[in-house]
Structures are given as structure tokens and as C-alpha cells.
Antibody, heavy 119, light 110 residues
């Protein structure tokens, strides 16, 4: 079955950097687009970024554009999110999610990794 | 990028039906048949309930149904059960190759 395991979260100071990873298994990773979605404590879901299956086309929310970079290594079945110039408002649980077949839905989610930006 | 608009909370008794609405614009909900719905229990990852406006993934109960009219999408849960108590989020593809979520609706089963 689909398994997505995020890692790399932690505490970082404002202005710092962090790289999240999402290890995928149970499906043919290189045929699915992948998303990052975050959820601030006690708040709703916020879409962060999307990368198409081939890794060339990438899309970002305005709130992270120019600071975050989504990438993937299809040889390692792994998705990444490089986060630079972190702000306190980036504090959230970050989920990776796969598209549900060739649809707009996000059909498989990891358990999330917590990123806390604080001085 | 403003979020889609959802009612903050809704409640119902076991066996009843409830409907959650999700309002966007012609650039997202109204412009594409790419609305999806998610259920999230406390401390858990979201779960896909509906994709492409009306379609249910395999394994999702047929008590969950959805439709769209203009810029507003809606999710109906029939035959409410205690385990349906959760937060529900809508999401839509938005022009410019981005996605947007609603603010979420907290469902309380009385």
C-alpha cells in the first residue's frame, strides 16, 4: 500500500534553512505528481507546492515562492522541500501527498513532520 | 492567495444528513471540475473523500457525496455516524497551476 514518510523537521531560527524529505513506497513514484501541504498549529490546511512526475514543472504558493524549492529524486523514490529564509509564520506540520491517479485530488498522505521557526 | 470559504462549524444527530459548502471564484471552484474534499481527525493526516467534484476513491463510503453549482461546491454526509466527527476541507485547482484549500469545517455529531 501507499506509504509516505516525512523527515527533516525540527526547530530553526528565523532566517534559517531546513530540508524536508518524503520517502515513498508502495506505488510507482516516478509516475505521480507530488505535493507539499502544511498546517499551522490549530489552523487549516495550506497548499505549499507541487511537482509533476518528471520533476521539471514546479508550482508554488505565493507565500513561499522564492524561498522554498520542491524537488524529487525518482531514482530514490524521494520528494524534497528545501526551505530557506524561514519565518515564524512557516511554523507548521508539513505533509507530503501524492496525486490520486491522474486527478486533482491528493490521494495519499504522510504522517507529517513538524517545523518550528522560533528564536 | 485567499482561501476558499467554508462554514466554520456544522452539527447533526446520528442518522441525519448534513451539507458543507465551499465557495470560491471563477478562477478556482467555478472554473474547473477539480474540487476535492478531505476528512481530518484530530492528530491525523487528511484523507481524500471526493475528487474531481463528484468522484469517490475506492473504499470511501457512499454516504459521502458532492456536487458543484457555479462557484460553490458542497459535500453531503448522509446517515451521520459518530466517527464522522472531524474537520472537513475542500480544495480546488486554481488557474496558474496552484491549489487552494478552504478554511475547514468542524463537524460535531450530537
Amino acid at each position: 500500500q501507499v506509504q509516505l514518510v516525512e523527515s527533516g523537521g525540527g526547530v530553526v531560527q528565523p532566517g534559517g534553512s531546513l530540508r524536508l524529505s518524503c520517502a515513498a513506497s508502495g506505488f510507482t513514484f516516478n509516475t505521480y505528481g507530488m505535493h507539499w501541504v502544511r498546517q499551522a498549529p490549530g489552523k487549516g490546511l495550506e497548499w505549499v507546492a507541487f511537482i509533476r512526475y518528471e520533476g521539471f514543472n514546479k508550482y508554488y504558493a505565493d507565500s513561499v515562492k522564492g524561498r522554498f524549492t520542491i524537488s524529487r529524486d525518482n531514482s530514490k523514490n524521494t520528494l524534497y522541500l528545501q526551505m530557506n529564509s524561514l519565518r515564524t509564520e512557516d511554523t507548521a506540520v508539513y505533509y507530503c501527498a501524492k496525486t490520486y491517479y491522474d486527478s486533482s485530488g491528493l490521494g495519499g498522505w504522510g504522517q507529517g513532520t513538524l517545523v518550528s521557526v522560533s528564536s | 492567495q485567499s482561501a476558499l470559504t467554508q462554514t466554520a462549524s456544522v452539527s447533526g444527530s446520528p442518522g441525519q444528513s448534513i451539507t458543507i459548502s465551499c465557495t470560491g471564484t471563477s478562477s478556482d471552484v467555478g472554473g474547473f471540475n477539480y474540487v476535492s474534499w478531505y476528512q481530518q481527525h484530530p492528530g491525523k493526516a487528511p484523507k481524500l473523500l471526493i475528487y474531481d467534484v463528484t468522484k469517490r476513491p475506492s473504499g470511501v463510503s457512499n454516504r459521502f457525496s458532492a456536487l458543484k453549482s457555479g462557484n460553490t461546491a458542497s459535500l453531503t454526509i448522509s446517515g451521520l455516524q459518530a466517527e464522522d466527527e472531524a474537520d472537513y476541507y475542500c480544495s480546488s485547482y486554481r488557474s496558474g497551476d496552484t491549489w487552494v484549500f478552504g478554511g475547514g469545517t468542524k463537524l460535531t455529531v450530537l
